[in-house]
């Protein structure tokens, strides 16, 4: 476990040191934490005032603060003071996160021996493979990448630079990535896409589905996901795009460059969706539509048509968010609107029979 | 195949064998079924007059019966009575329980010859360890725990004592786990959380998820789940609760003790979930909510709002039940209600007629 | 890589080359792929006029096209005729499809020699072990079936002829899989149903889970799917049915044969969906109901009562698909009717005000 003392944590981010006790400038950091929650060994920062009265009930080793924060009395953490707390603490996060990331792969150039790699695959000296990984025919893999345990890679895939794919990660027969991806643990790329043809009886015969996919460059794909292989042709993920876990994109599908996408959503076969769109959780697109470019669409959605025009859209089939909300508000009034519709009935039978009487 | 003789099994229930074929007390017995589906080998139950007729039918090799109950005439079953032929019948199906278990699991004390465990990891002699395994760096495996084959655990996971991973369980740098839990196969834990911070052009910078997974004591997750490790700080299943398949948890949510979550749930980045709630099936929480103790939320609903008192809430957005079943009855009205509100404009438009040629 | 000259593929398929250069009649085929993305080494063809434009720009090595097709100037591509150009392209899509499955699975008869394999296992002699698969005591692989890479087959598993599964599919003991079927990567079978019976405190007791599940023959199921063990007797999947990715069935439910389910859909305990259904993605099923043979489910629906005529069906919860679309035809007018409903009941005060003054 990588370890700073508070002496060298200091001076890694600029700061000052406040403490009466200067024996602990020789205790040691080994993580970073939110105020509330952080214990020994721990370093924390404060930048907001709604935050300040954690710092004398805090655990923390130390808390970067700025120069003007005043200590409460109580106070048993060492202060380190800087211009911005925030931006140093960021600073540290990304120190400690390279340390993580460093510890969960396998180190650069590293074959474990149960990995079966196949005499025919091209695999960067640099690259990584963990235990228990496949690499079969054909396949390539860049420099700088790394596999972990269990990865399963069919024929022919290629995986570019500095890509990492966790645990149990299957790659069938022909998937290609891009450079800089980051693929989670259990997700399947290449599947075969559900197309059949069906009989006359209601059986159904499979129609062949041998086209790829083809992950661009820059893209995070989160757990659980699957990620289908075209019919013909290719289901395609631009670069820069980023999937939560378990979302479903069948076959022929493309995502547009730098689309966000929460869990649990899916996209139906052949349908396109334009960059920069924002898609949140459990939202569903039927096949063969498309949505422009900056589109985005609320939770629980179901897009049901192309959605031509950027914006904000939602419900189930999706409409304009405006259009949603009218509706929703509506909807609320309904139950009461069924009762005055009632009394507003009889009071005008009254009326006619008041009018015919004096008729 | 572990098995019982009738007649054992009737000493185990402290039941009375009823059956003018004593040669049949030495059959075996290896299995429970219900009636309708039990064949040779197997026991079975009445406790319903409603499934006695299968009492004639069925291949079971012996029924457990109560004291009154009179044999049909084409009985082939051996029966044995007891007072409570229910209770009885649970007891065995825990007793074949038991040996499935066995069955399963790699027994006390395991280590196949495959799995690969780190020197510095300290996994308890009694725990058991399947093949194919991966327990890496600082890893620590307590008392009687057992994972299964294709279980990976990166760096500094621990394990609670008597927990059970199932095949191809995957838990990231970090993750801890209770004792007494269930995980089962193809579940992720601790993956990065879905957090981007957004770029002027639309691209996204990755925000680093250094947190971690903390699974309390006493909890079951279903196969194929996803639950994210924290940005900072810990995502958090608290003890006794109990996940269904598919389910998405994201980064810093935390799930109070004893709440139930069937599948294809998921969960938004920092909700809260109270103690003992009850939620359905495809159900979606947004972020930076909370839901009290003792809620119930129904199928499908998207809970976009805080559930600050307890009681049961359905629909997207989610209300209270009482409020959603008025819509949804309203709304089926609705229809309806157009035609006469057309109907009641043009009499409306009559009446004015009539008043202006009478005045 | 498999490879055809022209000239071998011609004859293939039975056609006529059209090309002045007699020097390409050795170039090399590997793939097909449609026309506006085929590529050098690719065969595509031309059955639709509104495709006819691609032929000029194309990269393709080969297009198919009919007898009466006139070539464009710029054509690059040799051209083959044949009188049905559709036909002759999807036999080559399956020549194509042949090599592709021989390429990715392990050939018959093959024994990885990391895959881990019982005693008492019977594994027919014809059926292809992958890379560290694991096949538990007392399971049984037919003929020709092929178990991929990271497999794992816990005890007394059955897996019939012909049957294929990929990459880390996990299958709970005694789970049965008929002959020809189709198991996606990622996918788990008979994890433990989800049944707690609820203690007066709101805490949970285990109810044993110890059915199974049965998948009849020519079942396709995709990939990290998961499928329950019954908690007694059987979840059962019956012949032909068809399981795009992601999708739940929770323990003792039964799919007809013949029935196809799109993405993400989840199906609850104990529900019977009928033969021959038509499901779409995201569509939820609560417990204990049953759907007859030849029903149509669209997409997001909520399935809370039996259907117990076939028919169209739509909605959550789900109505006629009729219905719906007067629900929600209706639903886009009421934001106007409640305007319009303020303005007739102001219209109605005016005109009873008239009345009274005028009597």
Redesign the interface.
Known sequence: ?TQLSIQTLAMYIGGTIDTADQARLEDSIH????IE?AGEGEVTFLANAKYARFAETTHAACIIVDHDFQPPTGLRSVLIRVAQPQQAFLKL??Y??AR?RT??QTTSGFR?P?A?VADSARVDATASI???V?V???CSIGAGAAL???V?L???VSIGEGSVL???V?C??GTRIGARC?I???T?LG??G?G?AERT????E?I?Q?GTVVIED?V?I?????I?RAA???TVIEQ?V?L???I?I?HNAVLG??T?I???T?V?GSTRIG??NRIA??V?F?GHISTSD?VVVL??S?V?KSLDNKGVYFG??AKSHADAL??????????Q??K??RA??T??EN??A??QS??
């Open positions: 476990m993580g970073v934490n939110k929650d996060v990304q400690f996160e993580y510890s969960i474990h149960t079966v963990g235990a228990h496949i079969s025919n054909g972990h345990s269990g399963v069919y024929d022919n966790h645990a149990n299957v069938y027969d980051l989670h643990a259990g399947v599947a075969d559900f059949f009886d209601g059986s159904f499979k062949p041998i820059d995070e989160g757990a659980n996901c699957t289908d013909l042709g290719s820069g980023k939560d876990n378990l479903h069948a460059e730098h966000a929460a869990a649990q899916g139906s960059k920069r959780g459990q569903g039927v900056n939770a629980q179901g049901s189930s089939p009218k509706q929703e508000a509506a909807l609320r009034q309904l139950p609107l069924l005055e519709f507003l009935k009071e005008l009326l006619k008041q009018q004096s008729s």
